[in-house]
Nanobody, 128 residues
Framework: QLQLVESGGGLVQAGDSLRLSCAASGRAFSSYAMGWFRHAPGKEREFVAAISWMGGSTYYGDSVKGRFTISRDNAKDTLYLQMNSLKPEDTAVYYC?????????????????????WGQGTQVTVSS
């Protein structure tokens, strides 16, 4: 079992930056591809970003491309999401997720059911 715990959320103003972290424990973190998803009230859970096992490949949802950066530190068993130029529409609960299967390309990484483990989420609120 892989446990995931997100942190770093909060209340910020439009244009500000935040960095989310996701600490993993329980299994070999480097064996998992990782993703960030978000869920805003009244909307479907949305793909934000994903990164391959060793960090060589990254993928982003269209709404965050150019503003958010996903990264991982396998030595620290931690996933990150650097969020810049935040907008009110970025307001959501952000979840990190892990998948242990082989995955290749954007269509695979953005497919939510493919992820085996999920964190509890961290709230990000962006005021205008």
């Amino acid at each position: 079992q892989l446990q995931l715990v997100e942190s770093g959320g909060g209340l910020v103003q439009a244009g500000d930056s935040l960095r989310l972290s996701c600490a993993a424990s329980g299994r070999a973190f480097s064996s998992y591809a990782m993703g960030w998803f978000r869920h805003a009230p009244g909307k479907e859970r949305e793909f934000v970003a994903a990164i391959s096992w060793m960090g060589g490949s990254t993928y982003y949802g269209d709404s965050v491309k150019g503003r958010f950066t996903i990264s991982r530190d396998n030595a620290k068993d931690t996933l990150y999401l650097q969020m810049n130029s935040l907008k009110p529409e970025d307001t959501a609960v952000y979840y990190c997720a892990a998948r242990g299967d082989y995955c290749s390309g954007y269509m695979c990484y953005q497919h939510r059911p493919g992820y085996d483990y999920w964190g509890q989420g961290t709230q990000v609120t962006v005021s205008s």
